[in-house]
């Protein structure tokens, strides 16, 4: 995944972002959903939260005052992780 990918992300509203997002877990082998949640109101304005629950691994990852693309790197390490442990 390019940084250029990464920042397409960072600058689509959070509907388009969470359609991206799908694509890029897919492009990893990930099948199933992922959800994308940007928090609401003045002191959230940098919070996302991300659930992806893929191939029998569910995973949550939150991130608070960071950018989409931080949630999203921290996210693909934790799928990327199980799925080493998993041997798949």
Same mark, same amino acid.
């Given at each position: *995944? ?7 992300? %960072?600058?689509?509203?959070? !509907?388009?972002?969470? !359609? !991206? ?13 992922? *959800? ?14 991300? *659930? %992806?629950?893929?191939?029998?691994? !569910? ?30």
């Amino acid at each position: *995944m390019t940084d250029c990918e990464l920042s397409t992300l %960072a600058n689509s509203s959070a !509907e388009l972002a969470a !359609e !991206e997002l799908l694509l890029i877990f897919q492009q990893v082998g990930a099948r199933g959903d992922v *959800m994308l949640y940007k928090h609401d109101g003045a002191r959230s304005e940098n919070r996302f939260t991300i *659930m %992806a629950l893929i191939s029998g691994y !569910e995973g949550v990852c939150r991130r608070d005052g960071d950018s989409l693309s931080v949630c999203v790197q921290d996210c693909l390490r934790q799928y990327l992780a199980a799925k080493a442990r998993l041997g798949n």
